[in-house]
């Protein structure tokens, strides 16, 4: 995947924002909070779940991102040949997008539009019963 493919395909996903820091790094952030970047040499690190990353971080290509890994986060960097298919990857940036998104506030997730199903009334709770005496 391409620096342009993966910007125009971050750029696509609800309520995102692309910065460039850290050296030029492409960094996308949803509700101010990372999912994705791309390095100025082409790497692609995105947040991984725990499953993810279990599965993937020894698959040739990919490994633990420098940095966010080593301070025991959940990430993983795409950084060689043969690493996933274009469409794989686009489909783990696609979920690196919607965990973040969830784990953010609810009043900010209702400001970005993502929370568009009715909010649940938490069920009424029993009387106690006292013993008349």
């Given at each position: 995947?391409?620096?342009?493919?993966?910007?125009?395909?971050?750029?696509?996903?609800?309520?995102?924002?692309?910065?460039?820091?850290?050296?030029?790094?492409?960094?996308?952030?949803?509700?101010?909070?990372?999912?994705?970047?791309?390095?100025?040499?082409?790497?692609?690190?995105?947040?991984a779940?725990?499953?993810?990353?279990?599965?993937?971080?020894?698959h040739?290509?990919?490994?633990?991102?420098?940095?966010?890994?080593?301070?025991?986060?959940?990430?993983?960097q795409?950084?060689?040949?043969?690493?996933?298919?274009?469409?794989?990857?686009?489909?783990?940036?696609?979920?690196?997008?919607?965990?973040?998104?969830?784990?953010?506030?609810?009043?900010?997730?209702?400001?970005?539009?993502?929370?568009?199903?009715?909010?649940?009334?938490?069920?009424?709770?029993?009387?106690?019963?006292?013993?008349?005496?």
């Open positions: 995947m391409t620096r342009e493919d993966f910007d125009l395909l971050c750029g696509s996903l609800p309520a995102t924002t692309r910065v460039i820091q850290w050296g030029g790094a492409h960094v996308w952030k949803v509700g101010g909070k990372v999912f994705a970047l791309a390095g100025p040499a082409g790497a692609i690190t995105f947040k779940s725990d499953m993810t990353y279990e599965l993937l971080q020894d040739p290509g990919l490994r633990p991102a420098p940095y966010l890994a080593s301070r025991g986060l959940k990430w993983l795409h950084y060689a040949e043969p690493g996933l298919p274009d469409d794989a990857l686009a489909d783990y940036l696609r979920h690196a997008h919607a965990m973040v998104a969830r784990a953010l506030p609810r009043k900010l997730r209702a400001e970005l539009g993502f929370d568009d199903a009715p909010k649940t009334v938490p069920a009424a709770r029993p009387k106690s019963r006292r013993a008349r005496g």
